[in-house]
């Protein structure tokens, strides 16, 4: 019994010691020391239970890479950790403790010392007790998690050892802790007051004037915040202060003040925003900063121009609908010479519809006319097996509405995609992801939910304004979100699909993991193959877009399976460290990609995204956007807008329109950019283009501008080039042996070489 004493207690001090590590003055490190168990019992709330036979858990990383592959449903996790007093020593502000526990996917239950403290990112303020009405809220699965107590809250056990009890359930995918974050620690003035410059976008006016609106919150419980405010605009290139303003600002306890500011400065040149709040007494500071966009594609001529793909797949006997994409000042008036029989195009609006019995190639000729002028182009129509022949251009709901999307906000979306003009630029799905599906009926057709009181009604819709729309479900019972899947009714939801006039089909793992969860490769391909054999039996052409996060290297078998595009990776995020590990690491799929067989690294995190009801502009830099779109672009990635497409802002906008960059997406040839380069601080990627050219994207992974260079041999070419930049659309000259180009922090740049 003794020993069995000391062993627990040396057991205790060393999750004690290794709970308590810190390289901050007055945070606790929570990253470390926890205990875990799958299942879920009240007692495990409290600090009295033994979890001396749990095992142990990294809080960074989801359970599913930590050896609890497939599992749903409950879990908790266990740290035990010594808060000290002395913590409060070096703040100015003593009243409250904050518990900062990254993510939960889906949602949690925290308790400190066996109480109830918080629960899905909502502290409770008031000490209660432990209350098991759960409420399994979804769309939390993406929120920082942060609890905060009044210092004097009797749960907290200063000075002792406090036992932090999380208790969280996933609903399907990856589940459990997760994220970057996680710590114990007074709430200092940083903590206090937020500044928040990120999450709404800056607005251009005429071609140099900048408006911003940003936020100040104080977040005290009681103290006054009283200071200055100061506002500058600063040039990236040379540092000069290009504006400056500063204000008193006084404020009580959780207000909130908008502050709206405007200066004048070059469209294309980077500049920093930054705002300092000093608070008078202490003379402390709090700082936030964002990059100011610019703009680099250049408008578009009003001479027309015909964009989007130039290639199109299509099956005998489908519907077809292709959309010619044109700018040029209104009216465009459209015609297409070689049209073969079964095909007509609509001239006011360039909709080509009908359907072709025979398998074969056919030239079309494109025009597109307005009162300057004309543009002509041809158009590769391939009847045959397979179709999206470019990858697929578009917007899907899930990053920016996620479960609550709804048949209206696929309908203004739908109309934003035409009124902003992305449509003339190839952009054509409209894709509803999660959250549209009620039940199976008694005959086994899949019943859209309250929000979708006519899905054929809406396809019309949107095809009626010449765009695509796209579905989603999961081969298993529910799909991520909680929703009913296709298992077991794959045939039918295939059928309805196709009569309500559906396009694309995202097919998400999700819970079929439950009924096998630890999929050979055959498994893996199984619900795939089942499902492809129900769309092939639908007289429609429908895109098949794989979605289950990469296993088993799906990209080795996508095509088998007849996949048109398959996710490489877990979900992406607005956040560098997301979208620079997704992309960057993509050189293993390059083989695999090849016309109608598209990697596809995620989404696109550019614009108002949110996951849910509640949107915030992305996290992202505008040089990070750059490298987002240029590396999309050399992919040969599924380009799906996960934004707000109502709130477009000048640069979103500016930033997917570029019709050059867009073109490499869109290469007939379809082959995904191979990695010449890569160390810690930049990146050379570089593809092989339809026409013997080769474009070449070089990317900045340090947060200083850099110069990159090129060696040309590494992209085995020989002697002089003309080089491009397709971003700003201006030719560089001619380059032979090596060449170097300045890049913005995180940003990238993109050239075409062509002989
Ligand atoms: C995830 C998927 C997301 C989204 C979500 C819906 O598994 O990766 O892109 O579709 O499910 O619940």
Redesign the pocket.
């Known amino acids: 019994m003794k020993k069995l004493l000391i062993l627990t207690g040396i057991l205790l001090l060393f999750l004690i010691i290794s709970c308590n590590r810190t390289n901050e003055p007055n945070a606790l490190l929570l990253d470390t020391g926890w205990k875990f168990k799958t299942g879920d019992d009240p007692a495990w709330a409290t600090a009295a239970f033994n979890d001396s036979s749990w095992g142990t858990i990294d809080p960074k990383k989801i359970w599913e890479d930590q050896g609890y592959k497939g599992y749903d449903g409950f879990a908790w996790y266990r740290c035990t950790v010594l808060i000290r007093s002395s913590m409060k020593d070096e703040t100015k502000m003593t009243d409250s403790l904050q518990i900062l526990l990254g993510k939960i996917d889906d949602c949690d239950q925290v308790f400190l010392n066996g109480e109830l403290i918080g629960e899905n990112g909502k502290s409770i303020y008031t000490s209660s007790p432990a209350s098991d009405g759960f409420i399994k809220t979804q769309g939390m699965w993406n929120v920082e998690r942060r609890y905060v107590l009044a210092a004097g809250d009797p749960r907290i056990h200063w000075d002792k050892e406090n036992l932090v009890a999380v208790r969280s359930y996933d609903q399907g ?1 990856a589940g459990g802790m997760f994220g970057k974050t996680f710590k114990i620690s007074m709430v200092g003035l940083g903590d206090h007051l937020k500044l928040d410059l990120t999450s709404t976008a800056f607005i251009f006016n005429g071609d140099s004037l900048v408006t911003k609106t940003f936020s100040a919150t104080s977040l005290t419980g009681t103290e006054q915040l009283k200071g200055e405010l100061a506002i500058e605009a600063i040039q990236s290139d040379n540092g000069i202060c290009i504006y400056s303003e500063r204000s008193i600002i006084d404020m009580t306890p959780h207000l909130k003040i908008e502050k709206t500011t405007s200066f004048r400065k070059s469209m294309s040149a980077p500049a920093i925003l930054r705002v300092t709040f000093t608070e008078q007494v202490t003379r402390k500071t709090v700082t936030a900063e964002v990059e100011v966009p610019y703009l680099l594609t250049p408008a578009s001529p009003a001479t027309p121009r015909i964009n989007g793909a130039k290639v199109f797949g299509v099956r005998p006997w489908s519907p077809f609908q292709y959309k010619v994409a044109a700018t040029g000042q209104p009216p465009l008036k459209y015609s297409a010479a070689d049209l073969p029989e079964g095909l007509a195009i609509n001239p006011e609006n360039g909709l080509i519809t009908g359907s072709l019995k025979k398998k074969g190639d056919y030239l079309v000729r494109l025009t597109v006319e307005n009162q300057l002028g004309y543009a002509e182009r041809e158009l590769k129509i391939v009847v045959g097996d397979l179709i999206s022949l470019t990858p697929p251009m578009g917007w899907n709901s ?1 990053n920016c509405w996620g ?1 609550s999307v709804s048949d209206k906000k696929i309908r203004l979306s739908a109309d934003a995609m035409k009124s902003s003009g992305l449509i003339d630029h190839g952009w054509s799905y409209i894709n509803i ?2 959250g549209w599906e009620d039940t199976h009926d008694k005959n086994g057709n899949i019943l859209p939910n309250s929000k979708f009181p006519n899905m054929a009604g809406l396809c019309n819709y949107v095809h009626s304004l010449g765009l695509k729309i796209g579905i ?1 479900s999961s081969p298993g019972p529910r ?3 909680g929703y009913e899947g296709s298992f077991g009714f794959e045939a039918k939801d295939a059928m309805n699909y196709a009569s309500w006039g559906i396009d694309y089909l ?1 097919y ?1 793992w ?1 819970s079929y993991g439950n009924t096998s969860p630890e999929p050979e490769p055959e498994q893996l391909k199984k619900p795939y193959k089942e499902m492809r054999h129900a769309l092939r039996k639908a007289n429609r052409d429908i895109h098949y877009s794989l ?1 289950q ?1 990469g296993m088993g290297d799906v990209w080795t078998w996508g095509a088998e399976v007849d996949g048109n595009s398959w ?1 490489t990776t ?2 992406i995020e607005d956040t560098w460290e997301s979208l620079s590990s997704i992309g960057f690491s993509q050189s293993k799929c390059s083989p695999s990609s090849a016309p109608g067989r598209w990697n596809d690294p ?2 696109l995190v550019v614009g108002y995204v949110g996951w849910g009801p509640a949107l915030h502009y992305t996290r992202l830099t505008p040089g990070e956007q750059y490298t987002h779109i240029t590396l999309w672009s050399l992919l040969a990635a599924p380009l799906l807008i996960g934004c707000d497409l109502e709130q477009l802002d000048p640069f979103t906008l500016n930033l997917l329109t570029n019709d050059e960059v867009l073109a490499v997406n869109q290469d007939p040839l379809g082959k995904q950019a191979i990695q010449l380069y890569k160390s810690d601080e930049y990146e050379v990627w570089a593809r092989d283009l339809e026409d013997g050219s080769m474009a070449v994207g070089l990317f900045n992974k340090t947060e200083k501008p850099l110069n990159i260079p090129v060696e040309m041999k590494s992209l085995k070419i020989e002697g002089k080039w003309s080089m491009r930049d397709v971003w700003s659309q201006c030719d560089l000259g001619k380059v032979r042996g090596h060449f170097e180009m300045k890049t913005r922090p995180h940003g990238a740049r993109m050239v075409v070489l062509s002989k």
Do not use: A, I
């Open positions: 995918g899930w479960l992801d999660d989603y799909t991520c979100g995202k998400d999700c979605c996060y996710r877990g979900d995620d989404m």
